[in-house]
């Protein structure tokens, strides 16, 4: 039976919560870790899902993974890095998307890889077509085999010039981890720039790493021989950061958010003023909340960085619900992340999606037949209702509008945001949120 929440709405979330490691950076570092001759420490570590996935896939590689049982924090050690039974990874690649991660730094270790077919969130087809034509043009063989696919380079990973069709996050890491160890210089034109990527980019300098960014999204990596360990601390979570922020403006609340960084969220700042939320920059956190009075429509695009990011347009959907007035969102980065607006529509809110791009510029998806924008019209009351949560960031939108909706509201699926936020029932419980839990396991 799987875990259920039931929710009391209409209680304003108020106090204060601790992010700690982002989701996005964490389980790309300690795939990095396989890539040194010697361990690597890994500070800040939240506990959740998507690094206990990757802690078994590495050691299922051979890599052995201690963990700080005070401060959480990982010390890896590759030393005796091997191949793995692929039937076992099956096992352990779960519902994670960082499995396809792993082919340079298995190659660059054992010579070869066996990467199960992808999971993640069903916001879109999330295909791996840049990740397999990047690892080609270093001079791998990549063969699909039933259940995923296996990659292998008997020559060595060499420099290359590479090109990205769109400034893919897991494509730009897929390369930073097979270059930094191949022959030779390599030159990704078109890549992602996000705060997750540049502390990547700063883990694997501290290993020993060439690599230059330049402002034209070209990044150049000169290859070496031999890495070394690091010891980083992760850069904070600006999702979930968001998200905190999104249900304090949602339930009319008020939340410190310990941790979050003004620097990765300058974009996101901009947009929460502009709806009418209030923040205050600490030298720890920031204090995010409801001023009082009504909230503002607004017209929004998600885009890469430093754009309005994709994984905080769902939890901000709910507070423009609330907005007095019709706000439109066009959603370019991902072809299908709207239908977490189903329940949302069962709850009261009145929102469309539609085809069309919505937004300033058309994008990939304009003429593909994909409901990649919405047009919200607020404020609604919204009542609770039985809700199955979808994906990550979906789920989390559906709790914070859960919290503010009249009535009782029954949540189920919430394993899923045990991916992506930390101890979030202990944190709702501390920001004086009314609901029971009911442990499925
Ligand atoms: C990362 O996903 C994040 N996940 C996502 O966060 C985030 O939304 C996304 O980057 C964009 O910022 C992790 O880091 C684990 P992409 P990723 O490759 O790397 C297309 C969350 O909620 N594409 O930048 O998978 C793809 O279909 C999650 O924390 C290809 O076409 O994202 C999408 O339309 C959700 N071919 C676009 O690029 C490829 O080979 C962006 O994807 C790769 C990507």
Redesign the pocket.
């Given at each position: 039976m799987s875990s259920v929440l039931t929710v009391r709405g209409g209680v304003p979330l108020s106090g204060r919560v601790a992010v700690r490691g982002a989701?996005?950076?964490v389980?790309?570092a300690m795939v990095a870790a396989l890539l040194g001759s010697e361990p690597s420490t890994l500070r800040n570590v939240p506990e959740i899902k998507?690094v206990e996935v990757v802690t078994s896939l590495l050691q299922l590689h051979g890599v052995t993974v201690a963990k700080d049982p005070v401060t959480g924090d990982l010390t890896l050690d590759p030393t005796d890095a091997k191949t793995a039974p692929s039937t076992e990874i099956d096992a352990h690649a779960g519902d994670?998307?960082?499995p396809i991660l792993l082919c340079g730094p298995l190659i660059h270790a054992i010579g070869e890889a066996f990467i199960p077919d992808l999971g993640?969130?069903k916001?879109?087809?999330?295909?791996?077509?840049?990740?397999?034509?990047s690892l080609r043009s270093f001079g791998a063989v990549v063969e699909k085999r039933p259940g995923g696919i296996h990659i292998s380079a008997p020559k060595g990973l060499k420099g290359t010039k590479l090109e990205l069709?769109?400034?893919?996050?897991?494509?730009?890491?897929?390369v930073l981890l097979a270059a930094v160890r191949a022959e030779g210089i390599t030159e990704l034109r078109g890549a992602?720039t996000?705060p997750?990527i540049i502390d990547l980019i700063c883990v694997l300098q501290k290993m020993g790493a060439i690599i230059s960014v330049q402002t034209d999204r070209t990044i150049r990596i000169e290859g070496v021989q031999e890495l070394r360990g690091y010891v980083h601390s992760a850069l904070p979570d600006r999702?979930e950061s968001a998200s905190w922020a999104s249900a304090a403006l949602v339930t009319r609340g008020d939340i410190f958010v310990q941790g979050a960084s003004q620097l990765d969220m300058l974009t996101f700042l901009n947009t929460y003023r502009k709806v009418g939320g209030g923040f205050e920059i600490h030298d720890d956190g920031i204090r995010f909340f409801h001023p009082g009075g009504k909230l503002t429509p607004l017209v929004l695009e998600t885009d890469?960085?430093p754009g309005f990011?994709?994984?905080w347009q769902q939890p901000l959907v709910v507070a423009l619900t609330q907005a007095d007035g019709v706000s439109i969102v066009h959603e370019t980065?991902?072809?299908n992340r709207f239908g977490f607006t189903d329940a949302l529509i069962r709850m009261g809110a009145n929102i469309q999606v539609h085809r069309e791009c919505l937004g300033s510029v058309p994008c990939?998806f304009g003429q593909r037949n994909f409901l990649h924008s919405a047009v919200i019209s607020g404020p609604t009351q919204l009542k609770g209702t039985d809700i199955d949560i979808p994906?990550?960031?979906g789920g989390f939108s559906h709790l914070i509008a859960a919290l503010a909706a009249t009535g009782t509201s029954r949540v189920t699926g919430i394993e899923i945001i045990n991916r992506?936020y930390e101890r979030f029932t202990e944190k709702l419980e501390g920001l004086g949120a009314d609901f029971d839990f009911t442990d499925g396991n």
């Open positions: 989701k996005n950076l389980p790309k998507d994670s998307r960082i993640g969130c916001i879109g087809d999330r295909p791996i077509d840049y990740h397999l034509s069709p769109y400034p893919s996050v897991g494509a730009t890491e897929q992602a996000e997750e999702n890469v960085h990011m994709t994984d980065v991902y072809e990939r994906d990550l960031r992506g």
